[in-house]
């Protein structure tokens, strides 16, 4: 098994796209360690193999210790690493980015900034879950009333789909068990959509916190972008799998969301969307195999970091 000391950072060249990647891998009672670049997990099953670098995020579940050197390869991976609650309804905390440049995070501070381009932001974010629908001139209340009625649709459209009865959303915090069966399956697969919206806004170096539609959390950009596929990904896996049966449906729900994910080449289409929501197509230089940091001048030029500049101009 390596050590850090061994082995050295990898560069930006070498760190796998997050639209390549597995969305998730949720781990429960087990404990995490480190084999050269993979992750292990060890429970009463054995042991399984995981390479680090095939992962969006790794989903920490009640039971799970996980090692520095584990901790370390997934940090060098550039690997998402999110600790959850028992079936991964409840987040708790998270772990690095995989992108070294800042310039997707700046285009995003600078639509925020502004209250007419949030709004543009928003409106993008809401033709994307109505196609077809015109949303410019739409008031935030006018565009909050088109999604509440898109869900119930949605609820109604899935229930006769998979004949699985729907009265309303229900959901206690503090009792994920109270709610019927379909009811945990929306619970844990937006709960799973959240992760894994996280994990490519964080890999893509956005600030998770700002939001367009949502503010005020900590998550809200996170939550405006799970929220464009909950409709298409989010809630027919949970309904599929509330009509296979009412047992343990928290589990079965993340396999078929797993699947759907990987069908319709979601952190594909999520990276696309949030670089065009942003206004952002970033090509990466094929020449480009270390980090760059850059200096600001007043005339915002940008030059290069790492020189002492005290006997010569920056301008």
């Not at 206690?172 to 937006?190: E, L, M």
Request: proline share 3%; aromatic share 6%.
């Amino acid at each position: 098994m390596g050590t850090v000391s061994q082995r050295g950072s990898s560069s930006p060249r070498e760190l796998a796209r997050v639209r390549d990647r597995l969305s998730f891998i949720y781990l429960e009672r087990c404990a995490v360690h480190r084999d050269d670049n993979a992750i292990t997990a060890t429970d009463t099953d054995g042991i399984t193999h995981i390479p680090a670098a095939t992962i969006g995020t790794l989903l920490l579940g009640p039971g799970t210790r996980v090692t520095h050197q584990a901790m370390s390869v997934l940090g060098e991976c550039g690997a998402g690493v999110a600790w959850v609650g028992e079936h991964g309804v409840r987040y708790y905390a998270g772990g690095r980015a995989l992108t070294r440049s800042s310039a997707l995070a700046e285009a995003q501070a600078t639509a925020w900034a502004n209250r007419r381009t949030r709004l543009e932001v928003a409106r993008a974010m809401y033709r994307l879950r109505f196609p077809g629908e015109d949303t410019a001139g739409r008031t935030r209340q006018e565009l909050l009333s088109m999604e509440g009625r898109r869900l119930k649709e949605c609820y109604r459209r899935e229930s006769a789909r998979t004949g699985v009865p729907w009265r309303r959303r229900e959901y206690n915090q503090g009792d994920f068990s109270s709610g019927d069966a379909p009811n945990q399956g929306v619970t844990a697969a937006a709960q799973c959509m959240y992760g894994i919206a996280h994990a490519v806004v964080t890999a893509l170096g956005c600030s998770p916190a700002l939001g367009f539609v949502h503010s005020g959390h900590e998550r809200s950009f996170v939550l405006d972008i799970a929220d464009l596929y909950k409709t298409d990904v989010a809630i027919p896996a949970a309904f599929d799998a509330a009509a296979d049966s009412t047992e343990d449906v928290a589990t079965r729900t993340r396999r078929a969301l797993r699947d759907r994910v990987n069908k319709t080449k979601l952190l594909d289409r999520c990276v696309r969307d949030i670089q065009n929501l942003l206004h952002h197509n970033e090509v990466p230089d094929a020449n480009h195999t270390h980090d760059r940091v850059t200096l600001q001048t007043d005339g915002d030029h940008h030059i290069e970091g790492g020189r002492n500049y005290a006997e010569e101009p920056i301008w």
